[in-house]
């Protein structure tokens, strides 16, 4: 593979077709990064390749800095012309000087270009003396007339989509846009079609289909999405929750939101609802905001016999404050009685309105201790309970 290509990237351009209210096309950031500066770090990052020139808009020097940082100081830049043509012709005469064997030209609003489609570009160049990658057209293609009348099918066996970055022997290509100039010829859209008008034969090597050109405003709102896609990590995190609370002489007990009748009730300052206890905690746990008592200290007054149900749906307050998005609640109840197994319905829609999800995210299951230990001998229960959250975060985190 020759080494120390010089590479040209194009970036004079309005971008017209892109919307101007945002400025130029290639100045607009996907995925928090500009255009050109993505554009470019394939080819700042690619053994290969040497000098860089960018051809840009005389206005563009500030945005140009702006966006791509302290890069700006490895890259020489020409002001561009009035057309595609006519900056290449000006970016490839700055050449001259340094006068490299070969010379890569891509397009700025390129930024998918990778290091593999690079390689085969520049092993192509020990063959030939110019080198297109492209993809086989797979649309069927129509010829209309002016009136938007089909008046052909064209057979798309031999036709291909042209690609950038394409590579030349430097001083043909440089002597083929001298030619063109010089001929008044300044509607070629591309460097390959001035080297075939001149006589280079074009070797076409296969593109990427992940190589995609920004023309459109959808063009960059879609490559953003791609970006913010790729990069998006999901910050899934588990909290565990435990609690338990002794028996008192009573005629019911709170679990998870439904008094349930029963012999006795369960001690505490609030209503006791160990199985809400649990989940509280485990809520809490997800965003490292603290245990129940840091939010509802036994020692206020304002809490006692209050409904657990208010906890639960403060800790949920909580997660959602801090962008988390509540995925699963799973109770498990550890008791002999009383049975959990004919209110498991209501109090799994109970907990759903509480948390603000649909019941198929929530889970109430019980168990006994086999009569083994104090839950065994009756004198209390004790709850058990996972939440399940989804948080934003990324792999740059």
Known sequence: MPSDIAVIILAAGRGERAGQAEGPKQYRKIGGKAVIARSLE?????????????????????LFREAVGDDARRIKLVHGGATRQASTRLALEALAESFPKHVMIHDAARPFVDAELIDRVAAALIEAEAVLPALPVSDTIKRSDRDLNVLETVPREDLHAAQTPQAFNYQRIRYAHRQAAGAGLDAFTDDAAIAAWAGLPVRIVRGSVDNIKLTWARDIAMADQRLHSASAFPDVRTGNGYDVHAFEPGDAVWLCGVSIPHDKKL??????????????????????????GTHFPPSDPQWRGAASKIFVEHAAKV??????????????????APKVGPNREVMVAAMATMLGINPNRV???????????????????AAIATATVVYPGSLEE
């Open 363 to 381: 889970s109430v299951k019980a168990t006994t201790n086999e009569r083994l230990g104090f839950i065994g001998r009756s004198e209390g229960i």
């Open 319 to 336: 997660v959602r404050q801090n962008g988390g998005r509540i995925a699963n609640a799973d109770v498990t109840l550890i008791c002999e």
């Open 267 to 292: 001690s505490g300052h609030s209503d006791a609802d160990v199985g809400l206890h649990a989940l509280t905690d485990a809520l809490l746990a997800t965003c490292g905001a603290g245990d129940i």
């Open 42 to 62: 394939a080819f700042t990052d690619h053994p290969a390749v040497g000098q860089i020139i960018v051809a840009i808009h005389p206005d563009d020097d500030a």
